[in-house]
């Protein structure tokens, strides 16, 4: 079954710190990654997918396939990075997305 | 962003009574989606559908029931519902020859006393 791993429920740094958001995957295939990010009380937004190999907001995510991992990074946090993160998976052979738990990164002045 | 709404927006109802909860997309995606929100659970899939009447289950649809007459629309009901129900509920959609990407609907946040 496929599963998504995020094991941080909450992540606090200082800003101008740096910031790994960690997520595994189980899934025996090849999956297409995501991470979605949630501001407060707003609605689910495409942060980046691992497809892209794109920067967005200064984040990076690597998929590693050896180690079933998709972890998100940003060497330096903003104060406006504060939000839930959500990793998500799908399959070739579904559209269904499958989330993990979520992690809310607090980033403080 | 403005392309899919949802309402309402917040709801209170009582244990026992049905509640719709409207989604509606303009993009005319094929695929749309129902999931719940919970501390602790991050997004769970109830139902989705593929096209129009075409539906269905996901991970956690018991209690739940929706259409999907319309490719626009894809209404949730909650046919009696439960105090377990209260959640925040987000519909997206998706078009596989756009990328794969879903997007999301504001959230309805329902409260069952």
């Known amino acids: 079954a496929q599963r998504v791993t995020q094991p941080e429920k909450l992540l606090s740094v200082f800003k101008g710190a740096p910031v790994e958001l960690k997520c595994n995957y189980s899934?025996?295939?090849?999956?297409?990654l995501f991470w979605y990010v949630q501001y407060s009380r707003q609605r689910l937004q495409l942060l980046l997918r691992h497809i892209s190999r794109e920067s967005i907001k200064g984040f990076t995510a690597d998929l590693n396939k050896g180690e079933t991992s998709f972890h998100l990074k940003k060497p330096f946090a903003q104060e406006e990075d504060s939000a839930m993160y959500y990793c998500?998976?799908?399959?070739?052979?579904?559209?269904?997305?499958?989330f993990g738990t979520g992690t809310r990164l607090q980033v403080f002045p | 962003d403005a392309g899919i709404t949802q309402s309402p927006r917040y709801k209170i109802t009582e244990t026992g009574r049905q509640v719709t909860l409207m989604c509606h997309q303009t993009?005319?995606?094929?695929?749309m989606f129902w999931y719940r929100q919970d501390l602790g659970h991050g997004l769970r899939l109830i139902y989705y559908s593929a096209a129009a009447d075409i539906t269905d289950k996901g991970e956690v649809p018991d209690g739940y029931v929706v259409s999907r007459s319309k490719t626009e629309n894809f209404p949730l009901t909650l046919e009696s519902a439960t105090r377990s129900q209260t959640s925040v509920y987000f519909c997206a959609s998706h078009e596989r020859a756009q990328g794969g990407t879903q997007y999301f609907g504001p959230g309805t946040r329902l409260l069952v006393l």
């Open positions: 993009w005319s995606h094929s695929y």
């Open positions: 998500a998976l799908s399959t070739l052979r579904t559209d269904k997305l499958i």
């Open positions: 899934y025996s295939g090849s999956p297409e």
